[in-house]
């Protein structure tokens, strides 16, 4: 199940099923509209027949704030820090003084794969350590079972342990899908590489991340 399908029993929302002919463009002409409603169903792929999105009845009203899974102000912290929830498949980027600058969907760790070590997102408190532009390629992921891995494209990639980072992708699709790494809309990840994230060095750390670890689920492989 998409994320978006938990929503339809909530009086704040209807759903409706993609027709053949369905395009988010079409469906949402309102560019800001239609970016509340990718956000709300934690997707930015390609609309399919048969799928069923989640859209707000006061759509009109809302503003990206009002539909975000973070609060938008917590106990101040007194350093930037990047909230991964893979219960809510969203980020959140908070300032120094615990107000949410940003949020946006994310598609995590599938969990089991067909490789030693799962692909599975680690989850607890760490750090920015390393970062790249749209031209990021892996060496590690995506991992396959005849030990040739690496080659994912990992636009605007910020790594946070070992080969594992958050970046871009245009394949976010309303489920945890990765092999580890933390996916995002392309535009957010292009903002919080160029706006938001510190590198370490010169008397800084990095910016801290802080990961959930995701609700007890089968794998989705059935979803296409």
């Known amino acids: 199940m998409r994320y978006g399908e938990t929503l339809c029993n909530l009086p704040e929302?209807?759903?409706?099923?993609?027709?053949?002919g369905d395009t988010w463009d079409r469906l949402f002409p309102n560019i800001e509209e239609q970016d509340i409603v990718r956000r709300i169903n934690r997707m930015n792929i390609?609309?399919?027949?048969?799928?069923?999105?989640?859209?707000?009845?006061?759509?009109?009203?809302?503003?990206?704030?009002?539909?975000?899974?973070?609060?938008?102000?917590?106990?101040?912290?007194?350093?930037?820090?990047?909230?991964?929830s893979q219960k809510k498949l969203a980020w959140g980027a908070y300032d120094e003084d615990g107000e949410l600058l940003w949020?946006?969907?994310?598609?995590?760790?599938?969990?089991?794969?067909?490789?030693?070590?799962?692909?599975s997102t680690p989850t607890g408190s760490f750090r920015i350590i390393r970062k790249q532009d749209i031209d990021c390629v892996s060496t590690v992921f995506p991992r396959r079972a005849n030990g040739?891995?690496?080659?994912?494209l990992m636009p605007y990639c910020m790594h946070f342990f070992r080969g594992y980072a958050l970046h871009?992708?245009?394949e976010v699709p309303g489920y945890r899908a990765s092999h580890g790494c933390v996916r995002m809309f392309i535009e957010d990840a292009r903002w919080l590489n160029e706006?938001?994230?510190?590198?370490?060095?010169?008397?800084?750390?990095?910016?801290?991340?802080?990961?959930?670890?995701?609700?007890?689920?089968?794998?989705?492989?059935?979803?296409?």
């Open 148 to 152: 040739e891995h690496g080659g994912a």
């Open 46 to 84: 390609r609309l399919k027949p048969g799928m069923i999105i989640a859209v707000p009845k006061n759509i009109e009203r809302l503003t990206i704030y009002d539909v975000s899974p973070f609060p938008r102000y917590i106990e101040p912290s007194g350093e930037k820090t990047i909230y991964v």
């Open 103 to 119: 949020w946006g969907p994310i598609s995590s760790g599938v969990g089991k794969c067909k490789v030693i070590g799962g692909c």
């Open 195 to 224: 706006e938001f994230i510190d590198l370490p060095g010169g008397g800084m750390r990095g910016t801290r991340v802080i990961l959930d670890a995701p609700d007890a689920q089968e794998n989705p492989d059935n979803l296409q």
């Open 168 to 170: 871009g992708s245009y």
């Open 13 to 20: 929302y209807f759903c409706m099923k993609i027709k053949s």
